[in-house]
């Protein structure tokens, strides 16, 4: 895999793309945001044949030129993310091989735009790395733990919390906001405040100063976002395969072909494989499609 990643950096630009995974000092990463942006952008057309052109026939070129043109959207990403912590370079580098994962997964035919695809895999890199260097979140396990990690800052300003040790009240205050237990509130905030570094501390100290890509803001989901829709999809996952189980075999192979799978399976189709009449088979599927979603809505009815 990172032979795959190497070989598929554009090479008039490796040094660069390289140097960015291990830049520390504001002028390699100016270098580096200055070559990027430089970059041009593809077209939809020409994207999709730079894809389509790596995903059949493994094209060099194609997959250089498909890389090359999506660094500024991880450079976007990661100066998003800068308030965690971690040294922006660091996070490019995350996003960059994400971008690079996203290139051996992505499957054009599929109607999206590489950048929208791309934008999962980077984020979920980005978002890796900041778990991975915050020791306060190896001990904070639990989803709700996390929960309170990545939206603390955000919970105090929307409540107009100024203080830094919590109260009785603001602790009950947040743990209602964020809708977990008060004493993950408490043992997360005290981890957060023990730390040297703080969660919002500007890039520098100069008043007024803005980052290099003040003007390449990204407007999809934040990190906090991003972690429950993970979380969220698991668990759904887990839930649909719990209760197609429970199904007798025809009425979820009719559901599963009517309703999760590509291309739909047509009601002739079905109506012949069973020997049923269509309207039988439409039948069979609302019901089955009842019956789960209610299934599902119990379980999950207090969770969500």
């Known amino acids: ?34 070559t990027v942006q430089k970059i041009p952008v593809l077209t939809a057309e020409q994207e999709y044949e730079y894809a389509t052109q790596w995903a059949k ?6 997959a250089e030129k498909l890389v090359a043109s999506h660094l500024r959207v991880v450079v976007s990403v990661a100066y998003d993310y ?17 971008l690079m994962q996203a290139l051996q997964k992505f499957d054009p035919d599929k109607g999206f735009r590489f950048s929208t695809y791309a934008m999962f895999w980077i984020k ?29 800052a955000r919970a105090k300003r929307a409540l107009g919390i100024m203080d830094n040790n919590l109260s009785d009240d603001q602790t009950k205050q947040i743990a209602e906001y964020l809708e977990v237990p008060e004493k ?3 043992r997360m905030a005290t981890r957060i405040g ?14 007024g100063a803005t980052d ?5 803001t990204d407007g999809g989901d934040t990190i906090e976002d991003t972690l429950e829709q993970v979380e969220f999809r698991r668990r759904g996952y887990d839930l649909l395969k719990k209760h197609l189980a429970k199904m007798s075999e025809r009425d979820r192979e009719i559901l599963v ?8 399976a047509t009601l002739e189709s079905l109506s012949q494989k069973y020997g049923i009449s269509r309207e039988r088979v439409r039948q069979i599927e609302e019901r089955a499609y009842n019956k789960l979603r209610d299934a599902i809505l119990t379980e999950t009815k207090g969770q969500i």
């Open 212 to 216: 290099i890509l003040s003007n390449m």
């Open 257 to 264: 072909a009517r309703k999760l799978r590509q291309p739909v």
């Open 184 to 186: 993950d509130v408490q």
């Open 82 to 98: 800068k308030n965690y912590g971690i040294p922006v370079g660091e996070l490019i580098a995350s996003g960059n091989m994400g």
């Open 57 to 62: 026939q493994h094209d060099q070129f194609a």
């Open 1 to 34: 895999m990172k032979k795959e990643i190497k070989n598929a950096l554009p090479a008039q630009k490796t040094t660069s793309i390289v140097a960015a995974r291990g830049v520390n000092d504001d002028t390699s990463l100016a270098q580096y945001i200055q």
């Open 124 to 152: 979920a890199e980005i978002y890796e790395t900041i778990l991975n260097n915050w020791s306060i979140v190896r001990i904070g396990t639990s989803a709700n733990q996390k929960r309170v990690f990545f939206n603390l």
């Open 194 to 207: 023990a730390r040297d570094v703080s969660l919002n501390a500007p890039i520098n100290s100069d008043d």
